[in-house]
């Protein structure tokens, strides 16, 4: 009899330090899951960018310091490259993936919304209206022609888009913008595109000139020419450059006025993919489908830029600083996309993007030529 209460009393004692185990754990979890769902707070938010943003600035300072000694070598393109290295060679630590990704997005954002600041009205419009329906058509027709040739090679629409506005537009600028709207997480179709505008817009540096010679261009017709079909703005400076003053003038207001429609095309573009997302909303628990805004706020602030430095009211010395981050600003994310990409990415590719920046570069220089010849 005594045995039975004594195992009856161990069987309490049992049950009480297996409940008491049980409770702790069970306080631990409740307390791990409120940690959890509590909101992060603003430190930890910008904690958590920090080393990111340290290291693209990082690759920021390599890039310029690179392009200070080899000048034909865009501190955009190296930045990319830089950041390509990184992520393939040294690998990225988890830890800088936000500030990365910050990188990428808003700080490319805030770099585009500055380049506005290069642009004035007055300048685009002295080029008469000839050659502005000109600059209209190289753009249009540009990005038109590329959508096609991308669709019959099957490309996808969003790198069709960065290469066709890349080469269209703007070079590496434009194709930073576009994604920008697209906000797509292939950063490996960025790389590609920008990586293409430096290949192809270093061909034109030296053919160009050749070419308009033997057409029996003048300086001025071959600076609009250079201004029409070169990719990059540095490309542009370069062409112009080599064949005189007077083509260079002529070259950087032609290019500036294809930099002008880049707000424009962005708004089309933000148009597209809001109208797309209507098309294809669902109503799932009672929410709908995030819808992209008709003009994202940075190409609000670029179109801004453009309108106060027109008005003549930003002091010169405020613009050279603007341009200085701007640079600045773009090179840190172009390292930031960089790191964002393994290169076996890139070999997926394969050979169509090439093709289609070939094509694209045919189209816009037979269309800058024409316009020219008719107008220049």
Same mark, same amino acid.
């Given at each position: 009899?005594?045995?039975?209460?004594?195992?009856?009393?161990?069987?309490?004692?049992?049950?009480?330090?297996?409940?008491?185990?049980?409770?702790?754990?069970?306080?631990?979890?409740?307390?791990?899951?409120?940690?959890?769902?509590?909101?992060?707070?603003?430190?930890?938010?910008?904690?958590?960018?920090?080393?990111?943003?340290?290291?693209?600035?990082?690759?920021?300072?390599?890039?310029?310091?690179?392009?200070?000694?080899?000048?034909?070598?865009?501190?955009?393109?190296?930045?990319?490259?830089?950041?390509?290295?990184?992520?393939?060679?040294?690998?990225? !630590?988890?830890?800088?993936?936000?500030?990365?990704?910050?990188?990428?997005?808003?700080?490319?954002?805030?770099?585009?919304?500055?380049?506005?600041?290069?642009?004035?009205?007055?300048?685009?419009?002295?080029?008469?209206?000839?050659?502005?329906?000109?600059?209209?058509?190289?753009?249009?027709?540009?990005?038109?022609?590329?959508?096609?040739?991308?669709?019959?090679?099957?490309?996808?629409?969003?790198?069709?888009?960065?290469?066709?506005?890349?080469?269209?537009?703007?070079?590496?600028?434009?194709?930073?913008?576009?994604?920008?709207?697209?906000?797509?997480?292939?950063?490996?179709?960025?790389?590609?595109?920008?990586?293409?505008?430096?290949?192809?817009?270093?061909?034109?540096?030296?053919?160009?000139?050749?070419?308009?010679?033997?057409?029996?261009?003048?300086?001025?017709?071959?600076?609009?020419?250079?201004?029409?079909?070169?990719?990059?703005?540095?490309?542009?400076?370069?062409?112009?450059?080599?064949?005189?003053?007077?083509?260079?003038?002529?070259?950087?207001?032609?290019?500036?006025?294809?930099?002008?429609?880049?707000?424009?095309?962005?708004?089309?573009?933000?148009?597209?993919?809001?109208?797309?997302?209507?098309?294809?909303?669902?109503?799932?628990?009672?929410? !709908?489908? !995030?819808?992209?805004?008709?003009?994202?706020?940075?190409?609000?602030?670029?179109?801004?830029?453009?309108?106060?430095?027109?008005?003549?009211?930003?002091?010169?010395?405020?613009?050279?600083?603007? !341009?200085?981050?701007?640079?600045?600003?773009?090179?840190?994310?172009?390292?930031?996309?960089?790191?964002?990409?393994?290169?076996?990415?890139?070999?997926?590719?394969?050979?169509?993007?090439?093709?289609?920046?070939?094509?694209?570069?045919?189209?816009?220089?037979?269309?800058?030529?024409?316009?020219?010849?008719?107008?220049?």
């Amino acid at each position: 009899m005594r045995q039975v209460n004594d195992d009856q009393s161990n069987d309490q004692s049992n049950d009480q330090a297996r409940a008491a185990t049980i409770e702790p754990r069970q306080g631990g979890s409740l307390a791990q899951a409120q940690a959890q769902a509590a909101p992060v707070s603003w430190a930890n938010r910008v904690g958590a960018v920090v080393p990111g943003l340290a290291v693209s600035a990082v690759g920021m300072g390599l890039a310029l310091l690179v392009s200070s000694w080899l000048p034909v070598l865009s501190p955009m393109l190296v930045a990319i490259a830089l950041g390509v290295l990184l992520r393939n060679l040294g690998g990225v !630590h988890r830890i800088l993936e936000p500030g990365i990704a910050s990188a990428a997005k808003r700080v490319l954002r805030i770099g585009v919304v500055l380049l506005g600041l290069q642009l004035v009205f007055g300048d685009v419009l002295a080029l008469g209206p000839g050659m502005i329906v000109v600059v209209v058509a190289v753009v249009g027709v540009g990005i038109g022609s590329s959508l096609l040739v991308g669709r019959w090679l099957g490309m996808t629409p969003n790198q069709v888009l960065l290469i066709g506005g890349g080469f269209s537009i703007c070079g590496a600028a434009a194709v930073a913008a576009i994604d920008g709207v697209l906000d797509d997480d292939r950063d490996e179709e960025v790389v590609t595109a920008v990586a293409l505008v430096v290949i192809y817009g270093t061909v034109m540096i030296p053919l160009l000139p050749l070419m308009a010679s033997g057409l029996g261009l003048t300086e001025q017709q071959t600076g609009l020419w250079a201004g029409a079909s070169v990719h990059e703005v540095a490309q542009v400076v370069a062409v112009g450059g080599a064949v005189g003053s007077g083509a260079l003038a002529a070259a950087v207001i032609v290019k500036l006025a294809r930099v002008l429609l880049l707000a424009p095309v962005l708004t089309v573009i933000g148009l597209q993919r809001r109208l797309s997302a209507s098309g294809k909303a669902s109503v799932i628990d009672g929410t !709908h489908t !995030h819808r992209p805004p008709i003009m994202p706020l940075f190409v609000a602030g670029f179109i801004a830029m453009v309108v106060i430095r027109s008005l003549g009211i930003v002091p010169q010395p405020v613009v050279d600083v603007a !341009h200085t981050a701007q640079t600045l600003l773009l090179t840190a994310a172009m390292f930031a996309l960089g790191a964002g990409v393994k290169l076996s990415m890139i070999r997926r590719l394969g050979a169509r993007p090439f093709v289609l920046a070939l094509s694209t570069t045919v189209v816009v220089a037979a269309i800058g030529l024409g316009g020219v010849l008719l107008f220049g």
